[in-house]
């Protein structure tokens, strides 16, 4: 699983060495030298990284919370080391950049530690980063790729690092100097104002607001409508519901169950009832009566709400929108909460573009790191551009959301060959 050693190797970088002369604020900016070093034991991290992440620009996936528990239930028990770089100058972090190699049939590959559930991977930037290091970026990448390599335990064949942001907070992400890719999808958020009442009627007509008080109507004949903050008592089986509801979702799309892969669960869990991130994480249901009619697992972070989870209930209570009713009252919740952004995350589903006013392209960066890995990455390559068009061509897109419809309902025909389904996509959940 890596070395015992916390810090696996350091170097030193001057981009300066390297690069044309700049202006002169730029130029002394770069020839202060940035010391890199990798870390493969995220327990020794734990206190630096907490300090950090309180003043980074970061996303919440980034968080020490987070990546700690999906290498807890996750990444350790599938063999995935983490690689954690921290660039400094002096004493002070300039960026934590979390990357973990995991282990392939024939080889060894560079990722975003905890890639797969991560909305947005990113590095923690100090606020000044661009400032400090924005010209030199593709020289401390360069310097990076060489101390991984360096280390037997971090050695790669390929690099893998997906659904990359244009922006961290406020700064340009500098591993978009890399070669990127676009990503076959796009996040979507949209800003919340201080009154829900505003922001309702600006972003759904009259009609349409018509149209969700007659349903709201009809669920409350069947029962009476909360929204619902599960207390203790009420929080595990408020999460086996959700787990249960996204279940029976993914079989009638025709895509994997995302809870079904080692670990997806105990770590959602794991996050939702730990005490200390009540007020990071964010579990609701909407009740009609006795029926948990939908479910939502979210995050709270800064000044913005990360719509991450939801499901509802497939029974009577479905035909009147229960998960439609749920995101109304999520989105009145976070204003309530003098939250600023409601962020829909990664994925193109229609129903976030009727709420968000703003699209932000996500971004991927493939390459070989030996010549065992050219074929990996060539593939990946033309699977990301394939994946990406059919996605974005509406024809192509509803024919393989119908195929794949057909294909799961065949399945469920008793004496039907085993369901052998891929994975789910974040965009999917």
Request: proline share 6%; aromatic share 8%.
């Amino acid at each position: 699983m890596g070395q015992a050693a916390d810090t696996i190797v350091h170097a030193r970088t001057d981009a300066a060495k390297t690069r044309p002369p700049a202006a002169p604020d730029a130029a002394l900016a770069e020839r202060a030298a940035v010391t890199l070093s990798a870390h493969d034991n995220l327990a020794s991290l734990e206190q630096v990284w907490r300090r950090f992440q309180e003043t980074a620009d970061c996303t919440p996936f980034q968080t020490f919370d987070w990546l700690s528990a999906w290498q807890r239930h996750i990444g350790a028990p599938r063999g995935a080391t983490p690689a954690i770089v921290i660039g400094r100058r002096g004493e002070e972090i300039l960026f934590l950049l979390p990357l973990a190699v995991e282990r392939g049939a024939f080889t060894r590959r560079l990722t975003f530690l905890g890639q797969d559930l991560c909305d947005y991977n990113a590095p923690l930037l100090a606020r000044d980063f661009a400032r400090n290091c924005g010209s030199a970026c593709a020289d401390i990448w360069a310097e990076i790729r060489a101390l991984l390599q360096a280390t037997p335990a971090l050695r790669h064949d390929t690099i893998a690092l997906g659904k990359m942001p244009a922006k961290i907070g406020t700064q340009p992400n500098p591993m978009l100097t890399l070669d990127v890719q676009l990503n076959p999808s796009n996040a979507y958020e949209t800003d919340l104002g201080g009154d829900w009442e505003k922001f309702y009627a600006a972003k759904r007509s009259s009609s349409t607001r018509r149209r969700d008080r007659t349903k709201l109507k009809k669920l409350g004949d069947l029962g009476e409508v909360r929204f619902v903050n599960p207390d203790d008592g009420d929080l595990h089986k408020t999460l086996d519901t959700l787990v249960q509801q996204k279940a029976k979702s993914f079989a009638r799309m025709g895509v994997g169950n995302l809870f079904a892969k080692p670990g997806h669960a105990a770590f959602y869990q794991e996050l939702a009832t730990a005490p200390q991130l009540r007020g990071f994480v964010h579990v609701s249901r909407l009740d009609v009566g006795g029926t948990f009619a939908a479910v939502n697992l979210g995050l709270t972070f800064r000044d913005c709400y990360y719509h991450i989870l939801a499901s509802y209930e497939d029974g009577e209570v479905s035909r009147f929108g229960p998960g439609a009713a749920d995101l109304r009252e999520l989105l009145r919740f976070a204003i309530e909460r003098g939250l600023k952004r409601f962020d829909f995350t990664i994925g193109d589903e229609p129903y976030k573009r009727d709420w968000c006013d703003a699209e932000q392209l996500l971004y991927d960066y493939s390459a070989s790191a030996t010549l065992r890995g050219l074929p990996m990455t060539a593939l990946a390559l033309g699977k990301r551009s394939a994946k990406r068009m059919i996605k974005h061509s509406a024809p192509l897109w509803a024919l393989v959301v119908r195929a794949r419809t057909i294909v799961a309902a065949w399945r469920k025909k008793p004496g039907a060959a085993p369901s052998i389904v891929p994975a789910a996509d974040p965009e999917e959940r």
